[in-house]
């Protein structure tokens, strides 16, 4: 699968081919490269300060809120937040979960877009800056 920030965007830069990070599924991959979702998601938790960088041990760390009151009917979750991890400003994101006040699993394309409208939703209705 390649999601439809990667189709819509293409690839704009020298180098290395983008390589989405989410299967034919929607699942997250960790083998990936600029894809255009998670880029998205990166921009969206810096715009919001959520994000936390140490190139010495830790590596970067961001995180964007997941509102349930925006989800479609067929995608039963709870509110939480995608936390994502990759190193300096490289086009990998490593790692992402989704976790809320008591549990923790693996992202989708879904929570990913999910995030995405959350994030656009609060920014017109001013519960972010
Ligand atoms: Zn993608």
Excluded at 16 to 23: H, L, N, Q, V, Y
Excluded at 106 to 123: C, F, G, N, V
Aim: hydrophobic share 30%.
């Amino acid at each position: 699968m390649v999601c439809d920030c990667c189709k819509s965007r293409g690839k704009t830069w020298e180098g290395s081919d983008p390589k989405c990070a989410f299967d034919s599924e929607g699942n997250f991959l960790s083998d990936n490269w600029n894809c255009g979702t998670m880029n998205e998601l990166r921009f969206i938790a810096n715009e919001i300060g959520t994000v936390n960088r140490d190139d010495n041990s830790c590596g970067t760390i961001g995180y964007v809120p997941v509102d349930n009151d925006f989800a479609p009917d067929d995608f039963d979750t709870f509110g939480g937040y995608i936390v994502m991890m990759w190193y300096k400003d490289r086009g990998r994101t490593d790692n992402a979960v989704f976790m809320t006040d008591d549990e923790t699993s693996d992202i989708t394309i879904k929570h990913a877009e999910l995030a995405i409208t959350t994030y656009q939703t609060y920014r017109k209705g001013g519960r972010l800056t």
